[in-house]
């Protein structure tokens, strides 16, 4: 994976989140094929394994982050979506969420 390439944006949410256990479980929950990194100790790498999707989130300054997202699928939106929730519900503990199997499906929910 190639960092900076793909559509640019940027975001106030910071990527030093998935630092943190719990947020980056909750960030797997959204991108579950996806493997991340970190490159040069402060640019976080998301690769979609089964996609060939990637991201990556670099500091500009400012409070603010540079964003670049290629493939099909936009792995930085989906994990930054479930991370504000996450942030907006106070930052649950994973025993706060329950796991569902039926036959025809699975997932997993936040029970507050």
């Known amino acids: 994976m190639t960092l900076g390439v793909g559509e640019v944006s940027r975001t ?5 989140l998935l630092r943190d256990d719990t947020a980056l479980f909750v960030a797997q929950l959204a991108v579950p094929q996806a493997q991340h990194g970190w490159a040069n100790g402060s640019i976080l790498a998301l ?5 060939g999707s990637h991201a990556d989130v670099e500091p500009s300054g400012a409070g603010e982050w540079v964003v670049h ?13 479930v ?17 569902t199997v039926t036959p025809e499906r699975q997932w997993v929910s936040l029970d507050v």
């Open 12 to 16: 106030m949410l910071d990527p030093e």
């Open 69 to 81: 997202q290629d493939g099909p699928h936009r792995s930085w939106d989906a994990v930054e979506e």
């Open 47 to 51: 690769h979609d394994v089964e996609s």
């Open 83 to 99: 991370l504000t929730a996450w942030l907006d519900a106070g930052k649950p503990h994973p025993s706060e969420f329950t796991l």
